[in-house]
């Protein structure tokens, strides 16, 4: 049940981190998002970090994209 409880818990966060990317570029990627959620993940809450990583793959994204999803 938890192992279910946590797949539904990833598909609500890819699905609002998408959302999110949506309303900002228009674009309509579920792998996009997933690629974002997994430089979170690497930067262990540190938001400076995480945009670090988001600048240092060209993405571009504005400041209140990054506060938005943080």
Do not use: C, P, W
Not at 15 to 40: C, G, M, P, W, Y
């Amino acid at each position: 049940m938890d192992k279910d409880l946590y797949k539904l818990e990833v598909l609500s966060l890819v699905q609002r981190v998408a959302q999110e990317i949506f309303n900002f570029t228009a674009i309509n990627d579920k792998s996009l998002a997933e690629f974002v959620i997994s430089l979170h993940g690497d930067s262990k809450g540190d938001l400076a970090l995480f945009k670090k990583k988001l600048n240092d793959i060209g993405a571009g994204f504005q400041e209140s994209f990054i506060e938005n999803i943080k």
